[in-house]
């Protein structure tokens, strides 16, 4: 007899952010990716320089808004074309280009708090790196998370020493691993990066990444696809040295064997890599999203499998 996967109100057979949304605010809720004009820690040498090797001078933030404008407008510019789908949306600022935490508390607080007084606005999401939270910074996003629906999104990547250091990470697994504690222990949201196909790891190195996180108190992943772009320096190594590159095929095997080890109520805000086609040098199949997406919905349904299947604890409720 097949089960209905818990945490799902369509074909999905994994915890969608839209169905969580949907369950905690009974809303459509819509992401506004803002770009605040951050800097990083690992690029103006406080701890590297460069930043990661992957990461676009964007900070990783393409489809944030517009750096040269303010953040209103920013909003303002996203909100609209919101509203022209679903009128009735609720709002979450996300604070996405660069490292959101990496300024004075003062500076923090005058952009976090414009956001969260517009209308409709719910809830922040702020992505940021384990090692650039201050204690003051602490303080502040533990009495914020008090008032508004607060999630720390903090890049791992990977748990392995050896692809860290290749790419640049400049923080280690244990300084990921005490700052999540450290935010838990304040009630506020984590939500972890991780790549998939970065260079020279191995299937089940990708595995073993998914297998550590599943025993943190983490409340949501974002699944990345890597992918090469122009005028980095990633884009160097390959040229240099180039290294096997996931196809969808073997991207899709990797990312629904990774959805079978993670709990089911963690919740996935991510599946699948979001590159500008402009930008892209490989892989080229990335460029169409949606059909990365079906893949993934078809290969869990060809297996009969779920979010959680391979976990004690899921397999149990299924007898």
């Known amino acids: 007899m097949e089960m209905k996967f818990p ?34 820690p690992n690029i103006d040498g406080t701890v590297g320089y460069g930043g990661c090797i992957y990461c676009s001078k964007e900070g990783s933030g393409e489809f944030a808004g517009d750096k040269n404008e ?7 510019t996203i909100k609209t074309m919101m509203e022209h789908k679903w009128s009735n949306g609720k709002y979450i600022g996300y604070f996405q280009a660069h490292t959101n935490t990496y300024a004075p508390l003062s500076v923090l607080k005058e952009k976090y708090e414009l956001i969260l007084k517009q209308e409709g606005v719910i809830g922040l999401n702020i992505a940021t790196r384990p090692d650039s939270i201050s204690e003051e910074c602490l303080d502040y996003l533990e009495e914020l998370s008090k008032r508004t629906y607060l999630t720390i999104e903090l890049g791992l990547q990977t748990i392995h020493e050896k692809t860290a250091k290749l790419i640049n990470r400049c923080h280690s697994l244990a300084c990921f691993e005490q700052m999540v504690k450290t935010l838990r222990r304040k009630g506020i949201n984590v939500v972890v990066h991780i790549i998939n196909g970065l260079p020279y790891e191995s299937k089940d190195e990708m595995l073993e990444t998914i297998r550590y996180l599943n025993k943190l108190d983490i409340q949501g992943i974002k699944i990345h696809m890597l992918h090469i772009l122009k005028n980095t320096p990633l884009e160097t190594l390959y040229q240099k040295r180039p290294f096997p590159v996931l196809s969808k095929e073997e991207y899709v095997q990797i990312t629904c064997d990774q959805l079978e080890l993670l709990r089911p109520e963690i919740v996935i805000h991510r599946i699948t890599g979001d590159p500008k086609v402009e930008d892209l040098v490989e892989p080229h199949w990335l460029i169409k999203k949606f059909g990365v997406l079906n893949e993934i919905d078809k290969e869990m349904a060809r297996r009969n499998s779920y979010q959680g299947e391979k976990l004690d604890c899921f397999s149990e409720t299924k007898r």
């Open 70 to 76: 303010n953040l209103l407008k920013q909003f303002e």
């Open 7 to 40: 945490y799902s109100d369509s074909n999905k057979r994994y915890h969608t952010l839209d169905y969580f949304y949907k369950q905690k605010f009974h809303s459509k809720v819509f992401k506004v990716s803002l770009n605040a004009g951050f800097t990083c």
